[in-house]
Structure formats: C-alpha cells, structure tokens
C-alpha cells in the first residue's frame, strides 16, 4: 500500500497531470481536495476558507440523490463484489442487468419496454440518435436521417449529441461546421407555469410539418433545459412535440437524463405532460452517483422496425454494458427511491429553495430566479469571467456548501436526504456566490 499522499502533493501531481472538465491543461484554479464524503457533506483533505467540511449543493452533477455512503447502495455494492463485478454482456446476461430493465419498463411510460444499458448519459444519446437513423434506413427510407430540437439544450459531449446542444449559445460551437447540421426551434418560451403560445407552437408545429420527410427525430429535454441554461418550460410543449411528431411520422425522444428519478417533482419530467416519447435516455442519478452507468428505453415499435431491416441489429456494444456492479447499485438506487415519499421530500426542497432564495432576487447583479422541484437558480445579468467565478466559489465555499456556479448561472440541485438547516446553508450560500459574483 503507498504511503498516502499530502494534500499539496496531490495538487501538485493534479496541476501536472489531470485534466479536469471544461477546463485549460494545466488548470487556472486548484481543485479542492475531497478526503471522503457522507451524507449530504464533503470532507476536505484541509481547511479551505476555514472550513473542513462541505454541504453539497449539487449532488455531484445530479446524480447522487440520496447522498454519500448510503448504507443501502454500500451494501448492494459489496453484495455484488463477492459475486462478480463485471462479465461481457455479448452472449451473456446476468440478474442485476435484467433486474434493472425490468425495473426501469415497470416505472417509466407505456409503451417503453426495451432497454439498452451503456456507459453515460451522452452515450445513451448517441444510441438513441442510432435507433433511430437506423429505425428509417430499416424501413427504406433513409433520406429520414436529420435531428430537430430547440435552442438553449444540451445532450453531452460526443459526436451526435454535440451535433443537437444549442449552436450559438452553447459550449460547443467550436463545432460548427464540422459537426452535423441540424434543425433547430427557438427557444421555448421561458416558465413551467407559462401560458400557451399559440404563436410558438405553429413555429414548432411548421418546423416538423416543412422537414418531415428528412427528419429522423425530435429530441429536447423535457421541462428543464439543463446544462444549456437550467431554463425551465410549459409541459404543455411536450404534447404539441408528441402531436407533431404523430402527424407527421417522425420520432420523439426525451433526454431525461438530468430530470429522471424525481428532480422535477415527477418520476420523470414526462410525467408532467402525460406524454411518452418513442425513446427516453436516462442517467446521472441512475446508481444514485455511485457507478457511471445510463440507458436507453424504446418502444417496440422502434425495436421492431431495426430488427426487421437489411442490418437488423442495433451494432453498438460497449465493453462494460450491463456492468453487474453498476446495475446491481442502479437497482437498489431505484428501491430505495421508491421506498419512501421522494415527492414530499423534492416538495419540501422546493419549498425551501423558493424561500430561501427569494432574497437574492434583490442582488444587485441577478436577472431571474426560478425554483422547480429540488432546482434552484439564480441567473445573473452576464456571464461570470473566470475571477468572478472564483470569488463565487470561495463565497460559498466561506459559507460551508460545494456550488458548481457556469457562465451566468449560480444553481442548486441538492440531494433529496438534504435536511432543512443545510437547505437555509445552501440558499445563503448561493446569495452569498450571487453578491461576491457581480
């Protein structure tokens, strides 16, 4: 066993060598050292503005719902270790995997009923986008093979979901012009609660009508646009999506992988419309940010149009598909969840969240702020540079919570176990970020 390393050795060693998300190579800011985590909190290796420990506000990128070392995803992944932690999925299953698709077809939308496990959210995109250029080709019409969505969404960093975040606005414009060209609507109109725009929906209804005949699929994220601004719509859009769609034969599919199991105060951010998509991708709190693990649902009317062409396999496998460990976790992510009232709880953090954060809407500096489920945002009138983001940091940081603030957003996604007291923490330090930001 090697001699444990110092903090400053780690950094050290992390500034020479690690290359962190969406940042230069070698970074502009030290990473804070987490030593380990439980509950709600993060632990530092050392004191970082006097504080040691951390609340944290984003549940590590949304994923770990129910926290840190959860007792009942430890032992699921200990039970699992003794048995095997991963075996190929070419030619061979296993319990856990078909336990996990059998969970995921009972509690998502009829009529969902296939499941294609993979390694992350982005790539649970890239195989929806493949079922479904494969679906048209197999029914012999592949001139069917174009993307729409609408501006401001975000689906991951590979190729394919690349190709449908938002052009202009969005991360990934160094892209243009070599990514492929898709379709895109205006943004949706901006609030959960807003009423109809019957001028936007004939824009979305025209779009669908005018490019049916080269359109594969519709994709959008469902009620909140996430990475791509943490913007949030009427769900009265996802009916006219599913409407267009049918009229028009062309696919819908639902990026849920940021509003799966309860975010948005619904199983499924579907659920808000009553509408079900030909294929929905799922990720992040899947294993409850245990083990990287998403998939890829589709009805069987996809399935049965792939299976029945000149290529009639769907030719993608990743080497750690169905991985036993991941979806043995996934499955007790998802027990657990439905174990309780998760409702009431998203509830209460959205009451929380509404209170709490209220005040930062007097912040010199901050545009909007808007609460949805266990989402909280606080958007401000620019985007941050890179020395306003760190002063944004270290004020929450100063307050005893982990926030993750980018571009002109300062946001929480906390937890679903997080207790009120850590609540009022997270809020005070998001108007804290807000005003050392601006």
Known sequence: MPEPLTPAELRELDRQHVWHPYGPMPGRQDPLVVESAAGVRLRLAEPVEGVRELVDGMSSWWSAIHGYNHPALNDAARGQLDRMSHVMFGGLTHEPAVRLATRLVEITPEPLQHVFLADSGSVSVEVAVKMCLQYWRSLGRPAKRRLLTWRGGYHGDTWQPMAVCDPE???????SGVLPEQIFADAPPPGFDADPDPA????????????????AAVIVEPVVQGAGGMRFHSPALLRVLREACDEHDVLLVFDEIATGFGRSGTLFAAGHAGVCPDVMCLGKALTGGYLTLAAT???????????RGEVPVLAHGPTFMGNPLATAVACASIDLLLSYDWRQEVKRIETGLRDGLAEAAAVPGVRDVRVLG??????????????????????AVREGVWLRPFRDLLYTMPPYITGDHDLARICAAVRAAAAAAV
Request: hydrophobic share 45%; proline share 4%; net charge neutral.
């Open 200 to 215: 936007y929906e004939r824009h979305v209804r025209e779009l669908v009508a005018r490019h049916a005949h080269e359109l």
């Open 169 to 175: 606005g969005g991360m990934h414009r160094l892209w």
């Open 374 to 395: 266990a989402i909280g945002v606080v958007q401000l009138d620019r985007p941050m540079d890179d020395a306003a983001m760190a002063a944004a940091t270290r004020a």
């Open 297 to 307: 649902l589709c009805t069987p009317r996809v399935a049965e149009g792939i299976s």
